[in-house]
Nanobody
Framework: QVQLVESGGGLVQAGGSLRLSCAASGSISSINAMGWYRQAPGKQREYVADITSIGMTNYADSVKGRFTISRDMAKNTMYLQMNSLKPEDTAVYYC??????????????WGQGTQVTVSS
């Protein structure tokens, strides 16, 4: 069994910062790409950023220059440093990972989500 657990969400004023973490655990052989998505109330889930196993990163235009994604391969943990937060960043943030176990690989592993609320 594989689990992804996010942490680090909370309430922050506009212009502030938060750091999200996503820890993967369980019977894992390897983790390929990992990413962050978010879903605001009444909206569809949207892509935020991702990072490959060799550290290549991509960002949504809406967060480029403000958010930084990183990962610690040894700890099977991914981070999202969020700076200059805006009220429109308010959402539940989910982590996603492409994980290989002994017999199979899947890119459909998701965490339970962590709430980020940015007040104006």
């Amino acid at each position: 069994q594989v689990q992804l657990v996010e942490s680090g969400g909370g309430l922050v004023q506009a212009g502030g910062s938060l750091r999200l973490s996503c820890a993967a655990s369980g019977s894992i052989s390897s983790i390929n790409a990992m990413g962050w998505y978010r879903q605001a109330p009444g909206k569809q889930r949207e892509y935020v950023a991702d990072i490959t196993s060799i550290g290549m990163t991509n960002y949504a235009d809406s967060v480029k220059g403000r958010f930084t994604i990183s990962r610690d391969m040894a700890k099977n943990t991914m981070y999202l440093q969020m700076n200059s937060l805006k009220p429109e960043d308010t959402a539940v943030y989910y982590c996603n990972a492409a994980i290989c176990r002994i017999a199979s690989c899947s890119n459909d592993y998701w965490g339970q989500g962590t709430q980020v609320t940015v007040s104006s």
